[in-house]
């Protein structure tokens, strides 16, 4: 090879590099553009809101961008999926949008309250009555099955009994003559937990869909919130006031109704708009601040009670949790106030999701310790 062939070579390689390293550049502005560092309005006859053609990653827009249906926080700048395939925004839970971290706190807290509800579901004696049918169905001749499946059972429902009783003697002084409270309402609110977070997990992933997804998921984000409020309430109203039924009725009737009612009212449309945020917060606040008639009767109750106070410590940390990130969802701070700098991470409804989070977490505490002092007081024990 000469050496003029060799340079010539060389220019060419060097030609391709250039042009390639051009390419990358223009592709990356491009990502940029995408990704909103530099917001800009479509170009005529581009498809506003969904970005790539077939075969590439969809890309991200910006605010201005975004289908009307979309808009919501003005102060979020860019990082916005907009027009998504199912598919695509199905995994988009594990890419870098302007919802990941809304998605991902809630879904967190989904499988929290999940593995919470399976840890205490396991827990309750009536375990041992599935073990009995199971055993049964084991069995081959029907007189043995019966008697068998009794013993079973027998010998089951002991054990549960001895591991209670055994359980007990460890944190109290003596057993409780008694069986266990009811875990129903218990299961109540863990089952509203865990509807709320999924709901509000998926409302965050899919809503960037279409027009009509997007309005369907955030009525049912909305259902997901109202039940978990009134779902909150069945665990103290239910035992505090166990021996008074009326007043289960009168507070739980009372909650029921207003969450029906908002329900009906935040299934409009327009409701679901950013304009109506505030109001929406109100209906939700005022369902909330419902529980401070029960609370304070409550109080008046149990005055003597000496676990009044741990357990009333652990319900104003839920509420100042929700009172604080309800704060955060109405006032949209921090991003107000250097918009564009949080639109990835640390802006408002992120905030909100950890604080409802907290809240929900300082209710199951609360809970925890009305479980444990209606397994010891019942309705015929003075307190
Ligand atoms: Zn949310």
Known sequence: MSSNEVSRGAVSRKKKKVGKALMDRHHHLRCQDEGNQLPSAPAKGEDSGGCCKKGRRYGLVSFRELPEYMKDNEFILGFYRANWPISEAFFSLFRWHNETLNVWTHLIGFLVFVGL???????????????????RSNSTSPDMNISYAKDLLLVANALVKLKRIGLESDR??????HDPVTRWPFFVFLGGSIFCLLSSSICHLFSCHSYRLNVLLLRMDYVGITVMIISSFFPPIYYIFQCDPHWQLIYLGGITVMGVFTIVTLLSPTLSTGKFRAFRAMLFSSMGFFGIVPAVHACIVNWNNPQRPITLAYESGMALSYITGTLFYVSRIPERWKPGCFDLAGHSHQIFHVFVILGALAHYGATLLLLEWRDKVQCDMPI
């Open 117 to 135: 509800a399976m840890a205490n579901f396991v827990e309750i004696p009536r375990v041992a009555d599935l073990l009995g049918l199971f055993s």
């Open 172 to 177: 109290l002084e003596f057993p409780s003559p």
